[in-house]
């Protein structure tokens, strides 16, 4: 089956907020000013109470759920077990938005807890092919893939980035989901163009844009240089920002997210780069349509 | 071209057993690509280690974050988690801490740690509706000793043979005794949570077995019988209304004869 469309949209396209567990009873309390909020249902799955607090968050406020177990790269394949596990959650949730990453995290029954990198090769694209149908078919939505933070790559690899998640695109009908923060970060560890990169991708599939925080360390294969690493624990880089400007000026008014995992701040911190995020992309908008006028 | 299966194969390897060199040939990025595949094998440890220290925070109270954090670090590398949820990983960690030869002077290590994971898991439960006295008693056409009760989903009995229930109590509270005495002595306890509340009990080993039977699914007579092995002056009418009245009932039902 080819899923071509979302179902329900956020009301509001504007920046919803990553949630996470110490913030779901404010958010029922204090009812703050947010488009949309996403969860990694692995998150909630030995949680009942959490996932009560969370359905009754979903009852006021869309939400979209946003995997890290799923593992759609594993040559071992899916595991049927979790994906139903998912499943009832994301039945409960009836989300607007259903995500998850270009990376595999499980290795013959072993869960190793990261999002690892793939090769680029048609190997890769088949299988990929093949799980993203297996998802989407048993969620019977589509799937957002989003593209990994990377500091390395594959010497076996044939195709770039781009080119392996339009040719998925193409292949399953799936979504994307262009984490800016990724790009803006990837683009430095691998020497690749940031913005010829988002002007690579197939902007009509892209339904979903990320923003989180990485941090500079000294890169250790090339002494002198730096690397920047995902960590979701800072606060949005002034890099990254201005990237989101042009990558909404390229995709339009797609909703956008703001991923925070570590170092967790409190949630007003949190509602104040949502709306951060909304002037950027209405003040790149508006300068995009006076250009083009 | 290795394989997709040979390549994660090797990366597996590099990040849980730190075998960096065999990978080495497939991957690209900077003068030595490992370097930077180190930044995935630092985050798995991390990541994990953490997520025990998260899971254990009264074990790490008792032995010290010290101790934790350096099984913790030999667990994750020996014991990568094969559940999806991490919240879930960790349940062997108790029986790993008691093989440390660093904590072998405390040999109640596996059974607090033990019990402190099980009360993490019922502390988050979510109760159901439960049946009352009231319920008990216009079931009396029922046939009781065929029946079976179905329980509420945060409850746990456990065994131990020492009073980690009364340590666990104090680190609940918050308040450090002057002294505290761990005498062996078999313990039997309730551990009851919901929506983040924590109750542990320590109850008769007769009503231990008879409530931990009903809870298995076993028949109510089933139940009563184990109990009066252990004890034989258990009452098993009076021992039903007070699970009743404590509110562990959310259904009752006729078992299946066949």
Redesign the interface.
């Known amino acids: 089956m080819i899923w071509t469309k979302t179902g329900r949209q956020p009301q509001d396209v504007g920046a919803g907020i990553g949630l996470r567990l110490p913030h779901l009873a404010e958010v029922l309390d204090t009812k703050p000013d947010v488009p949309f909020f996403e969860v990694h249902p692995e998150t909630f799955l030995a949680n009942p109470h959490a996932t009560e607090l969370l359905l009754a968050i979903a009852d006021r406020y869309p939400v979209s759920v946003h995997t890290v177990g799923v593992s759609i790269g594993s040559a071992s394949g899916l595991d049927r077990a979790h994906m139903a596990r998912v499943k009832r959650l994301v039945d409960l949730v009836n989300p607007v938005l259903f995500s998850g990453h270009v990376a595999w995290s499980t290795h013959a029954g072993e869960y190793l807890n990261d999002l690892l990198p793939l090769p680029y090769t048609e190997e890769s694209l088949t299988l990929l092919a093949r799980h993203i149908t297996q998802v989407q078919d048993t969620f019977e939505r589509p799937y957002l893939l989003e593209n990994p933070s990377s500091y390395l790559g594959f010497a076996d690899s044939t195709m770039t980035e781009p080119e392996f998640l339009s040719a998925l695109v193409e292949r399953t009908g799936c979504q994307l989901l262009c984490d800016v923060s990724n790009v803006y970060l990837s683009a430095h560890n691998m020497g690749f163009d940031a913005h010829a990169y988002i002007d690579a991708l197939p902007a009509e599939a892209v339904n979903e844009l990320h923003l989180g925080g990485f941090e500079e360390e000294p890169d250790q294969s090339t002494p002198g240089s730096t690397l920047l690493v995902d960590t979701h624990g800072t606060s949005i880089a002034d890099g990254a920002w201005r990237l989101y400007e042009y990558a909404v000026t390229r995709f339009g008014p797609v909703p956008t997210l703001i991923e925070r995992d570590n170092d967790i701040p409190v949630l007003g911190a949190l509602v104040a780069e949502s709306h951060k995020a909304r002037a950027h992309a209405s003040r790149a908008l508006a300068q995009h349509h006076a250009r083009v006028v | ?5 040979d ?3 090797l ?2 390897d590099a ?2 057993g730190g075998d960096f060199q065999t990978v080495r ?16 094998h630092r ?2 440890h991390a ?2 280690v953490d ?1 025990l220290r998260t899971r254990f925070p009264a074990t790490t109270w008792l032995i010290g974050d010290a101790a934790v954090t350096a099984a913790a670090r030999r667990f994750v590398a020996t014991h ?9 990983f960790g349940e062997d960690f108790p029986a790993f801490l008691a093989a440390e030869p660093s904590l072998a002077a405390l040999p109640y290590v596996q059974a607090f740690a033990r019990l402190e994971w099980h009360a993490g ?1 019922v502390s ?3 109760d159901g509706p439960a049946l009352s006295l009231a319920d008990l008693t216009a079931a009396e056409s029922v046939d009781l000793m065929s029946s079976a009760v179905a329980f509420q ?1 945060g409850v746990m009995y456990l065994t131990a043979d020492w009073p980690v229930d009364e340590l666990l109590r104090v680190y609940l509270s918050d308040q450090t005794p002057p002294e505290f005495q761990m005498e062996p002595g078999t313990m039997h306890v309730e551990v009851r949570g ?3 509340d924590l109750h542990l009990t320590r109850i008769a080993a007769a009503t231990w077995l008879f409530r931990r039977c009903l809870q298995a699914g076993l028949a109510i007579g089933t139940a009563a019988e184990g109990a009066l092995d252990v004890d034989p002056q258990f009452d098993s009418g009076r021992a039903l209304i007070e699970v009743y009245g404590a509110g562990l009932v959310t259904r009752l039902f006729l078992l299946n004869p066949h």
């Open positions: 071209m290795p394989e997709l299966s390549t994660q194969r990366v597996r990040l849980v040939p497939v991957l690209i990025g900077g003068g030595d690509p490992t370097r930077r595949l180190a930044i995935h985050h798995y990541s994990l997520a990568p988690p094969r559940v999806f949820c991490i919240a879930e898991r988050v439960a979510v989903p919901a929506r983040g």
